[in-house]
C-alpha cells in the first residue's frame, strides 16, 4: 500500500538524509554523476518539447560572468533542491508535486532525489504554472503580447469541461478522497500522539531507574537501603519497559502489514484501529509511569533523608561528648548548615511534566490541523482551481494521455484543442505543437492504432509523415550552461 496514507511511526529512531553538492555545467569536460548527467538531458529533452516561448522565458545562462547576466531576457530561473521534501514540493494529499514553480519568485524548484520519471513528467504541468504566473502577475499570458482566452473565459471553459458525464467518476473519487485526507489526518494526529507517549515513558521509566542505581550504588546509603524494595521496584521497571518496547513492536508489524495491502482505503481503516486500540491506553500508561516514578522518587528520599537523619544524630552526639569549645562550634555550625540544606526532597518537576505533555499534544493537534487543511485545499484544486485544472489540461496535451479522467491528467477532445490554439505570444502559437501531436495522436487512434503506440511515435518527435502528410516540430533552443543554483 502507498504509504501516502500513512504519516509514518517513528519511535525508535529518526532519518536524516542530506544531499550532497551537485553542479550542472554544459561544459563535457566536468566532472559531473552520471545521474546528474541524466537528469539534466531530460529536463532539456522535456522544455525542448514545448513551444518556443520557452527560450525567452526560462533561464538557460547560469554562468557567473556580469555580461553573461546583463544578456539574460527570461525571469524564470532554474533552482535545485536536495530533496523532494521541502514545502513546496512535498507530496501533499494525493497528488506529488515532484517539481515546483514557486511563483513568489519565480523560480522552478527541481528536486535532485526525486524519481527521475516522475519529475520529468510534471515538468509539462509546472510549465503552464510558468505561463500563468497569476502571483507575481509575470507569466507570459499576463504580458501585452499574448492574445487569447480571458480568465473569464479560462473558467467558463474548464466548468463547461468538468460538467461533462466523463468526469462524474473522478468526481466521485475526488470527494472519496476528502473522506480519506480526514482519516489520515486522524491518523497522523494519533500516530504522532503515540509516538511521544511512548518516548516520552519509556524516557521517564529510565529516568527513575537511574535515580534507583544511583541509591544502590552509592555505599554510604548501604545501612539504610532496603534490598525487597529496590528489587521490585526494578522488577517494575523492567516490566514497564518490555511492555513499551512490545506497544511500539506492535505498532510497527501492523504498518508493515498493512503497507503491502492492495486496498489502501481498508488499510487505513485497520490501521486507525490498530491506532485506536492502543491510544484507549494511554491514560494507563501515563498513571504507570508516573506511579514508579513516584515511588522510586519517594524511595531514594527516604534513604537519603534516614542518611541524613543519622548524620545529624551523629553529630548531636559528638556535640554533646565534645570538651574542647572551638570543636564544639565547628560541630555545631555543621549541623546548622545541614539544616539549612534541608532534607532530601522529592522531585518536584512531576507538575511542570504534565503542563508539558498538555502543551506538546495542544501542539500536535495545530500541526496535523494545518496539514489536514493543506491536503483538502490540494485535493479540491483538482477540479475547481482554474490554475491547476488548466495546468492539467496543458501537460496531457504535450504528454499525449488519451485515458479516463484521473486526478493529474485528462483526454482532451476537439474542443480543447480549439481552446488551446487561441492561446498566442509574440504572433505565435503557445501551444502548436501539442494541439498537432494531440489531434494527430486522435486521428491515428480512429484509425486503430494503440494510444501507447500513438504517443511513443510522436510526444518527442521533430518530423513525422502520416498518410501523405509532412509535419515539422522543431525542438526549442534550450541549452542549460553554468550551475543553476540551490534553492536555500
Known amino acids: 500500500m502507498n ?10 529512531a529518526f532519518l536524516g538524509i542530506a544531499g550532497g553538492l551537485v553542479v550542472f555545467s554544459a561544459d563535457a569536460t566536468d566532472e559531473r554523476p552520471a545521474n546528474v548527467v541524466k537528469l539534466l538531458s531530460g529536463i532539456q529533452r522535456e522544455v525542448r518539447k514545448n513551444d518556443s516561448w520557452v527560450e525567452s522565458v526560462i533561464q538557460q545562462d547560469y554562468t557567473t560572468s556580469v555580461m553573461a547576466k546583463l544578456r539574460l531576457r527570461s525571469h524564470v530561473e532554474l533552482r535545485f533542491v536536495r530533496s523532494s521534501e521541502g514545502a513546496e514540493t512535498q507530496e501533499m494529499g494525493f497528488i506529488g508535486n515532484i517539481a515546483a514553480y514557486k511563483p513568489k519568485t519565480d523560480k522552478l524548484l527541481i528536486p535532485l532525489q526525486s524519481n527521475e520519471a516522475d519529475l520529468l513528467d510534471a515538468m509539462d504541468h509546472e510549465l503552464w504554472h510558468v505561463l500563468f504566473d497569476s502571483d507575481g502577475v509575470m507569466g507570459p499570458i499576463f504580458e501585452s503580447q499574448f492574445r487569447g482566452p480571458t480568465t473569464t473565459e479560462i473558467g467558463q471553459y474548464i466548468h463547461s469541461k468538468l460538467n461533462a458525464p466523463i468526469f462524474a467518476a473522478l468526481r466521485k473519487e475526488i470527494e472519496e478522497d476528502r473522506g480519506v485526507v480526514e482519516s489520515d489526518s486522524k ?7 503515540l509516538g511521544r507517549v511512548i518516548k516520552e515513558c519509556m524516557e521517564t521509566v529510565e529516568r527513575a531507574h537511574e535515580k ?8 554510604e546509603l548501604v545501612a539504610f537501603r532496603v534490598g525487597d524494595d529496590e528489587k521490585k521496584l526494578e522488577d517494575r521497571c523492567k516490566e514497564l ?9 506492535d505498532l510497527q508489524e501492523a504498518m508493515a502489514r498493512l503497507s503491502s495491502s492492495k486496498d489502501p482505503r481498508s488499510a487505513l481503516h485497520q490501521w486507525i484501529g490498530k491506532l485506536e486500540e492502543h491510544n484507549a491506553r494511554v491514560p494507563m500508561m501515563y498513571e504507570a509511569v508516573d506511579k514508579i516514578d513516584h ?24 556535640i554533646a561528648q565534645e570538651r574542647n569549645s572551638q570543636m564544639k562550634q565547628i560541630w555545631i555550625q555543621q549541623r546548622k548548615s545541614m539544616e539549612r540544606i534541608g532534607k532530601p526532597a522529592a522531585d518536584t518537576l512531576r ?11 495542544g501542539m500536535e493537534k495545530k500541526t496535523i490541523a494545518m496539514v489536514r487543511d493543506t491536503n483538502l485545499s490540494v485535493v479540491d484544486q483538482t477540479l475547481h482551481n482554474p490554475n491547476e485544472v488548466m495546468a492539467r489540461v496543458v501537460d496531457s496535451a504535450y504528454s499525449l494521455y488519451y485515458g479516463v479522467p484521473i486526478q493529474n491528467k485528462y483526454p482532451l477532445d476537439e474542443t480543447d484543442l480549439k481552446f488551446l490554439e487561441r492561446f498566442t505570444y509574440e504572433g505565435k502559437p503557445l501551444f502548436r505543437k501539442a494541439v498537432e501531436k494531440y489531434r494527430l495522436g486522435l486521428q491515428m487512434i480512429s484509425d486503430g492504432m494503440k494510444a501507447e503506440d500513438g504517443k511513443a511515435k510522436l510526444e518527442y518527435a521533430t518530423e513525422f509523415a502520416y498518410k501523405g502528410k509532412a509535419y515539422s516540430w522543431p525542438e526549442s533552443k534550450f541549452t542549460i550552461t553554468g550551475t543553476p543554483p540551490y534553492e536555500h
Open 3 to 12: 504509504r501516502k496514507f500513512f504519516a509514518g511511526f517513528l519511535i525508535l
Open 295 to 318: 515511588v522510586i522518587d519517594a524511595y531514594t528520599a527516604h534513604v537519603r533523608t534516614k542518611k541524613y537523619e543519622d548524620l545529624l544524630r551523629q553529630l548531636d552526639a559528638k
Open 187 to 193: 491518523a497522523r494526529l494519533i500516530e504522532e500522539r
Open 212 to 219: 534507583l542505581e544511583d541509591v544502590i550504588k552509592e555505599p
Open 351 to 361: 507538575q511542570s511534566v504534565k503542563q508539558m505533555r498538555k502543551w506538546a499534544a
Open 241 to 249: 519497559k518490555t511492555a513499551f518496547a512490545v506497544t511500539a513492536m
